[in-house]
């Protein structure tokens, strides 16, 4: 079974424009951890937030910002003010605690146009 | 902040050698290293994950023989790739979990194999 589900292959958003990037995941475990990571072309994986299963707050990292809605088991990424610069593939990813590895979904691609 | 380096970034190699590809944690040091296969216009597939000072723990598929991953100290791990085939063309990137900040896993800008 898919654990992280990205459902939006690309999206598009204008410059300045908010822009929200979905991702389900599904876990049995109570204790887990959600993770954001930006892919630009040149490959690299960019970290730009995390929220963990028992956080009371949704998660903020400048621009980024995490909507955790633990009931429906969702993580979306929110990226305010958006910047060319910020195109890039967008991986949402899950580790449950007792195991080390990350399980990434398929990816947005997220264009933004002048 | 916690930066991870690969070397080499690009490697062309003829069918038949091997590729020796480097991860190194350079301002902290990591418990356990990762290393991920990444086709076009896929998401990263876990290879293996290394633990410093024991054997590597590869995910099912992945041939042990072939991905040989060796993590000898806390701020390197290596990936040789044996025998490669144009098959074995792809991206392969690692990550690191600090020993400081075991939430989190930082990548290093990944290597891009191409076997003739």
């Known amino acids: 079974a898919q654990k992280i589900t990205q459902t939006q292959p690309g999206m598009f958003v204008q410059e300045k424009e908010a822009v929200t990037l979905d991702c389900t995941y599904d876990?049995?475990?109570?204790?887990?951890?959600l993770f954001w990571y930006k892919q630009p072309s040149s490959g690299e994986m960019i970290f730009l937030i995390y929220q963990g299963s028992y956080d009371q707050q949704n998660a903020t990292e400048g621009r980024y910002s995490l909507n955790f809605q633990k009931a429906r088991k969702s993580a979306n990424l929110v990226i305010s003010a958006s910047q060319l610069g910020d195109s890039a593939m967008y991986f949402c990813?899950?580790?449950?605690?007792?195991?080390?590895?990350?399980?990434f979904g398929t990816g947005t691609r997220l264009l933004v146009s002048p | 902040g916690a930066v991870v380096s690969q070397h080499p970034s690009r490697v062309i190699c003829k069918s038949g050698t091997s590729v020796k590809i480097e991860c190194r944690s350079l301002d902290f040091q990591a418990t356990t290293m990762f290393w991920y296969r990444q086709f076009p216009k896929q998401s990263l597939m876990l290879m293996a994950t290394s633990n410093e000072g024991s054997k590597a723990t590869y995910e099912q598929g992945v041939e042990k023989d072939k991905f040989l991953i060796n993590h000898a100290s806390l701020t390197l791990s290596t990936l040789t790739v044996t025998s490669a085939h144009p098959e074995d063309s792809s991206f392969y990137i690692c990550s690191a979990r600090a020993l400081r900040d075991t939430d989190t896993q930082y990548f290093g800008p990944g290597t891009r194999l191409t076997v003739l």
């Open positions: 876990t049995s475990d109570p204790s887990y951890g």
């Open positions: 990813a899950m580790r449950e605690v007792g195991f080390q590895k990350l399980v």
